[in-house]
């Protein structure tokens, strides 16, 4: 609930920190804006210009929920809880401690409530600039509040507030993850790696995932945050039918380019059930500790 992240959560405009009033239907910040708590339990907290992108529409967030329901991506969402953990371990942080994650484009919640569920005591911000995600994202967990914001503005969120930010196969912003990380903590990025889904590819006429996609996440973080250990990769098969298939591509931005009606014709024609290759890479970084710059490349 918002409730429970109400310290971490900041004024978009300015930065001030966030009240809830009248019953925690409204966040007021101390500079006097005021937020409304959709009747669905998440806040909009966008600045002056308010939000430039619509993100994932109602049918893909649909979609995804029917493909992750399925279980399809367990390894992914284990390998990005094990990250945290390993985030939080490196920064040593206090047993007593409740600490905050926050996951980025963090869609149907579904990775943030698994890593909530596994963390004693944790509390998660999960953020997203679609409204159809973000009333997924409100009952993903009772320690999740659920934010729609745009990941490319300032992050509604207070600043060295955030113990982990994690990113699943969604838009980073180094400078604002930077401010917002405590000194230590890290960001746990999961990216697609070249051969994702490769089975699919000719069939359904989906491109391939280009190549140096981590060189370039890395390059995109340089003088923000620091590459801690190897990337590392996670592949393994999955045994999908046709309705999970849809619904993969269905959440994809593949869904735009092909249109319903092309994928329909395309799915229909595939075999009842394939083996299909899911792989990426977890990447973490961090922010130096206290009192260390770091160091520019
Ligand atoms: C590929 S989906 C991944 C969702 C989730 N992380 C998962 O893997 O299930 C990308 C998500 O990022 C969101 N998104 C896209 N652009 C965004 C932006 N500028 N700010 C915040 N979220 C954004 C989309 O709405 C979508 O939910």
């Not at 094990?82 to 926050?102: F, K, M, S, T």
């Amino acid at each position: 609930m918002l409730s429970d992240i109400i310290d971490v959560l900041a004024d978009p405009v300015d930065g001030s920190s966030l009240s809830g009033v009248d019953d925690f239907s409204r966040l007021v910040s101390s500079s006097g804006h005021s937020y409304d708590i959709a009747r669905q339990g998440y806040v909009t907290l966008a600045g002056g210009r308010g939000l430039r992108h619509s993100g994932d529409s109602m049918e893909m967030v649909l979609a995804r929920e029917t493909f992750l329901s399925g279980g399809h991506f367990a390894p992914f969402v284990e390998a990005v809880t094990a990250g945290v953990h390993q985030a939080l371990e490196d920064n040593a942080l206090p047993l007593e401690a409740r600490p905050v994650i926050a996951e980025i484009g963090a869609g149907t919640g579904y990775y943030l409530s698994h890593t909530l569920d596994d963390v004693d005591g944790s509390r998660g911000v999960g953020l997203d600039v679609s409204v159809y995600a973000a009333k997924h994202l409100a009952r993903c967990h009772p320690r999740a509040g659920s934010v729609v914001a745009d990941a490319w503005e300032r992050l509604p969120l207070a600043d060295e507030s955030v113990d982990a930010i994690t990113v699943v196969f969604a838009p980073r912003n180094p400078a604002e993850f930077a401010r917002v990380l405590v000194p230590g903590g890290q960001a746990v990025i999961l990216t697609a790696d070249r051969g994702h889904l490769s089975e699919l590819r000719d069939p359904l006429g989906i491109i391939d995932v280009e190549d140096g996609k981590v060189e370039r996440l890395l390059e995109q973080f340089s003088g923000y945050l620091q590459q801690v250990g190897e990337a590392e990769v996670v592949e393994f098969p999955m045994n999908l039918d046709k309705k999970s298939i849809a619904a993969q591509i269905g959440m994809s931005p593949s869904a735009r380019h092909i249109g319903a009606e092309l994928l329909a014709q395309r799915v229909a024609e595939l075999p009842e059930s394939m083996i299909v290759t899911a792989r990426a890479r977890v990447t973490r970084l961090a922010k130096a500790p206290q009192n260390q710059e770091v160091p520019q490349n």
